[in-house]
């Protein structure tokens, strides 16, 4: 068994991580393990579903499922595992030797949902750390967030969390929690900001993406303990072909705000379905009432990135 710190959790596990995972300490928050027999009586299968993915496996089947259970919900993911998600423990059933693919779903849609049930807020960004505490890029997949969280790191800020961002209410003041110190990049991101991306392993052999170790023996610098939010930034990178090169930060009203804050979540369908999404709104409420949102209006290419770093630095110090 090892520990490790992971999403602002203490986690103990025997799984044999490969991901980048920080060492734990103390008391575990939370325990993960594949088991060979399903720890509830298998008549979950047979019971409706409280959600089910819009997205499908090539043969139509939904890639995601959750079904309730006694003393637990089950998150099916399809040909992959079943995770059973208990208030203590996440216990998970192989559907196969996809080992790679396990972790993946762990460390992302099953981990997500797990700090949303105890009431962290789980948002699609990645962040780095000013000297005035987190900036967070919110986003869809592909929109630039890893990006703009790699320019950062390559102006000499630590690196936060790459793709999930827990944030949670501590003593009147919005946190922020670190992920693990590895971010994911298209070989080309990679050759930009490595020069070579061909000696980084895939994230999954199935997916281009590689994997860019943070830290010592790796590339930049990991931030390992919680941050103050210092702001949140909506992306829209401009098309190639867009006339001009400024870099464009506007602020954003909390009720404008509010609807991104929604729209990035990385369970939203998932939390609403099963009923808490009227407690996470209030928080969400509070999060836009207290902690700028700002707009982020940037040219395309990655030679533009270096420049786009240097405005957010300077407008997150005059915040």
């Given at each position: 068994m090892s520990l490790y710190s992971v999403f602002g959790l203490t986690l103990l596990s025997d799984f044999p991580f490969t991901y980048n995972l920080a060492p734990g300490a103390g008391s575990p928050d939370l325990f993960f393990s594949l088991v060979d027999t399903p720890p509830v009586p298998p008549g979950w299968v047979a019971a409706p579903p409280l959600y089910t993915s819009f997205?499908?496996?090539?043969?139509?089947?939904?890639?995601?499922?959750?079904?309730?259970?006694?003393?637990?919900?089950?998150?099916?993911?399809?040909?992959?595992?079943?995770?059973?998600?208990?208030?203590?423990?996440?216990?998970?059933?192989?559907?196969?030797?996809?080992?790679?693919?396990?972790?993946?779903?762990?460390?992302?849609?099953?981990?997500?949902?797990?700090?949303?049930?105890?009431?962290?807020?789980?948002?699609?960004?990645?962040?780095?750390?000013?000297?005035?505490?987190?900036?967070?890029?919110?986003?869809?997949?592909?929109?630039?967030?890893?990006?703009?969280?790699?320019a950062l790191l390559q102006a000499g800020r630590p690196l936060l969390s790459d793709d999930i961002l827990p944030l949670a209410l501590v003593n009147d003041l919005w946190t922020a929690y670190p992920g693990y110190p590895l971010m994911r990049m298209w070989p080309d991101e990679a050759d930009f900001f490595l020069g070579d991306h061909s000696?980084?392993?895939?994230?999954?052999p199935s997916i281009e993406k590689r994997r860019v170790?943070?830290?010592?023996?790796?590339?930049?610098?990991?931030?390992?303990?919680?941050?103050?939010?210092?702001?949140?930034?909506?992306?829209?990178?401009?098309?190639?072909?867009?006339?001009?090169?400024?870099?464009?930060?506007?602020?954003?009203?909390?009720?404008?705000?509010?609807?991104?804050?929604?729209?990035?979540?990385?369970?939203?369908?998932?939390?609403?379905?099963?009923?808490?999404?009227?407690?996470?709104?209030?928080?969400?409420?509070?999060?836009?009432?207290q902690v700028?949102?700002?707009?982020?209006?940037?040219?395309s290419g990655f030679h533009s990135l270096p420049g786009v770093a240097a405005s957010i630095l300077h407008a997150v110090s005059h915040l």
């Open positions: 997205s499908q496996t090539p043969d139509g089947e939904s890639l995601w499922r959750v079904h309730p259970a006694p003393g637990c919900e089950v998150m099916h993911c399809a040909q992959v595992a079943d995770f059973f998600i208990f208030p203590d423990r996440i216990l998970c059933c192989s559907l196969g030797q996809d080992f790679q693919a396990v972790e993946a779903n762990l460390l992302a849609p099953v981990l997500a949902y797990w700090l949303e049930r105890r009431g962290t807020l789980a948002l699609h960004a990645s962040a780095a750390v000013t000297p005035r505490g987190a900036v967070a890029f919110l986003s869809n997949s592909g929109n630039g967030k890893s990006g703009l969280a790699a000696s980084l392993p895939q994230v999954h170790a943070i830290g010592p023996g790796g590339w930049g610098v990991f931030a390992s303990d919680p941050q103050p939010l210092a702001c949140l930034i909506i992306p829209e990178r401009r098309p190639p072909d867009a006339p001009g090169s400024e870099v464009v930060i506007t602020p954003i009203s909390p009720r404008d705000g509010l609807i991104e804050i929604v729209r990035y979540s990385f369970t939203a369908r998932l939390v609403q379905a099963v009923g808490l999404q009227p407690l996470r709104m209030h928080r969400m409420a509070q999060l836009v009432r700028p949102l700002l707009r982020l209006s940037y040219p």
